[in-house]
Nanobody, 124 residues
Framework: QVQLVESGGGLVQAGGSLRLSCAAS????????VAWFRQFPGTDRWFVAG????????YYDDVVKGRFTISRDNEENMVHLQMDSLKPEDTAVYYC?????????????????WGQGTQVTVSS
């Protein structure tokens, strides 16, 4: 069992930065792949970025590539999403997700554990 708690969301102007954090409980967190998804009003959750259990491989949606960076600290049971050059279209609720299986990292249905979400609002 893993419990995830996101933090770091808020209101920022376009061009600004935010750093989201995902704190995980559970001593086996280092064996979990982790991803960030975001949800716009009335839509499903969309893949943003993902990282493998060792932190050696990371993946990004094309719309955030070059602006967002995912990282993890397995000793601290933390995963971060550094978001730079934010745009109003990045406004969404951001969720951290984790799973121990070898599923497709970009597919939300392959994740068993989810945080409660954190709101990110980018003003123009």
């Amino acid at each position: 069992q893993v419990q995830l708690v996101e933090s770091g969301g808020g209101l920022v102007q376009a061009g600004g930065s935010l750093r989201l954090s995902c704190a995980a409980s559970g001593h086996t967190f280092s064996r979990y792949r982790v991803a960030w998804f975001r949800q716009f009003p009335g839509t499903d959750r969309w893949f943003v970025a993902g990282i493998d259990w060792r932190g050696t491989s990371s993946y990004y949606d094309d719309v955030v590539k070059g602006r967002f960076t995912i990282s993890r600290d397995n000793e601290e049971n933390m995963v971060h999403l550094q978001m730079d050059s934010l745009k109003p279209e990045d406004t969404a609720v951001y969720y951290c997700a984790a799973d121990s299986s070898r599923g497709y990292i970009r597919d939300a249905s392959t994740y068993a554990y989810w945080g409660q979400g954190t709101q990110v609002t980018v003003s123009s």
